[in-house]
């Protein structure tokens, strides 16, 4: 048997290779009792996060431009969402003012209660660029946080190690970043992240430049982080898969402006692994996914775009 990230590239293979109808398959909504009964507990918990009526308009040149426009959702402590939609929906905006990098122009979000109107340790950020201090060694980088919020240089190590061997990378505390390979980057930021504890997690599709089987290497890496301490996610991808692989809800935006579609819960259960590519109700799920975000367009034959095609070699030097 080989790695999961081999695991899962073989059955996203195999299940490419199959021909099911949606007619074949369940309704996503439909639940086994397990997952039903975890959505019970998830709403008994109480909420992290509320985003309510918000919005965000810019100035341009053109005129007006709504961003976003009345978004409202919650998330519960410890759940895992996932924010999908089309490009233009307006995903890196909603999360960079949930963050607190970028102000709404409208609505309010809400971080246990309390309105969130600048950046704060209480909010981590994880991008999907590199944004590790390249002249600062592994540690120092974990550690740059706790000593900006005035912790003592002992206990920012001390925190910083305990946080590197969670993510794996004890062994590289002394290597700086461009020693590292994507993949071990990214748990590096992962690391600096939640070193300060935060209540939410705030991931801007972290995993996008990374390839193929590194990204399922640290989505399967995040699920294990995520088990084992007390944080709440947010996650953005343009990845249907990764959205059903890793989210307990998805949050589906529509683009033009930039507006909750659905707010799906997953159900395929708990714990993950990557047989479940092929199942009913994964299947179902990227079915609904791909209803929601690549609706089929009618295009006639006087719209079609047709190539001008212009001739760059010699006529004479023939490829078939």
Same mark, same amino acid.
Not at 235 to 238: G, V
């Given at each position: 048997?080989g790695s999961?990230?081999?695991?899962?590239?073989m059955?996203?293979?195999e299940?490419?290779?199959?021909d099911?109808?949606?007619?074949?398959?369940?309704?996503?909504?439909q639940?086994?009792?397990?997952?039903?009964e975890r959505?019970?507990?998830?709403?008994?918990r109480?909420v992290?996060?509320e985003v309510?009526q918000?919005?965000k308009t810019y100035?341009?040149?053109q &005129?007006k431009?709504? /961003?976003?426009?009345d978004?409202?959702?919650?998330? %519960?402590?410890?759940?895992?969402?996932?924010? +999908?939609g089309?490009s233009?929906?307006?995903?890196?905006t909603l999360?960079r003012?949930?963050a607190?990098?970028e102000?709404h122009t409208s609505g309010?979000?809400?971080?246990?209660g309390?309105?969130?109107?600048g950046?704060?340790?209480?909010?981590g950020m994880?991008?999907?660029?590199?944004?590790?201090?390249?002249?600062l060694?592994?540690?120092?980088?974990?550690?740059?946080?706790p000593?900006?919020n005035?912790?003592g240089?002992l206990?920012?190590e001390?925190?910083a190690l305990?946080w590197?061997d969670?993510v794996g990378?004890?062994?590289?505390?002394?290597?700086?970043p461009h020693?590292?390979?994507?993949?071990m980057k990214?748990?590096?930021?992962?690391?600096?992240?939640?070193v300060?504890?935060p209540r939410?997690?705030?991931?801007?599709?972290?995993f &996008?430049a990374?390839? /193929?089987?590194?990204?399922?290497?640290?989505?399967? %890496?995040?699920l294990?982080?995520?088990?084992? +301490?007390d944080?709440?996610?947010l996650?953005?991808?343009?990845d249907?898969?990764?959205a059903?692989?890793l989210?307990?809800?998805?949050?589906v935006?529509?683009?033009?402006?930039?507006?909750?579609q659905e707010?799906?819960?997953?159900?395929?259960?708990r714990p993950?692994?990557?047989g479940q590519i092929?199942?009913?109700?994964?299947l179902?799920?990227?079915?609904r996914?791909e209803?929601l975000?690549?609706?089929?367009?009618?295009?006639s034959?006087?719209?079609?775009?047709?190539p001008?095609?212009?001739r760059?070699t010699?006529?004479?030097?023939?490829?078939?």
């Open positions: 048997m999961v990230a081999e695991q899962k590239l059955a996203k293979d299940m490419e290779g199959m099911v109808s949606t007619e074949q398959l369940p309704s996503y909504l639940q086994s009792d397990a997952v039903r959505f019970a507990k998830i709403q008994q109480e992290i996060l309510k918000l919005g100035e341009s040149a &005129g431009v709504v /961003a976003l426009r978004v409202n959702f919650s998330i %519960h402590r410890r759940e895992l969402v996932c924010v +999908i089309p233009g929906c307006g995903k890196s999360i003012m949930l607190g990098l102000p309010e979000v809400l971080l246990d309390k309105p969130v109107d950046p704060g340790s209480d909010r994880v991008f999907q660029g590199y944004t590790l201090f390249p002249w060694t592994v540690k120092k980088n974990v550690m740059f946080g000593e900006m005035n912790h240089k206990e920012a001390r925190n305990m590197l969670l990378l004890s062994k590289f505390a002394d290597a700086y020693q590292l390979s994507g993949g990214q748990r590096v930021a992962i690391a600096r992240a939640l300060n504890q939410i997690l705030l991931m801007d599709e972290p &996008g990374l390839d /193929a089987q590194t990204r399922i290497k640290m989505q399967t %890496h995040l294990d982080i995520w088990k084992n +301490i944080v709440t996610i996650f953005i991808t343009h249907l898969d990764e059903i692989f989210a307990d809800r998805i949050l935006l529509k683009a033009h402006p930039g507006e909750v707010f799906i819960e997953v159900p395929v259960p993950r692994h990557p092929s199942s009913a109700e994964y179902a799920t990227k079915a996914l209803e975000i690549h609706p089929p367009v009618e295009v034959e006087d719209d079609e775009v047709k001008h095609m212009i760059f010699n006529i004479v030097d023939n490829v078939e």
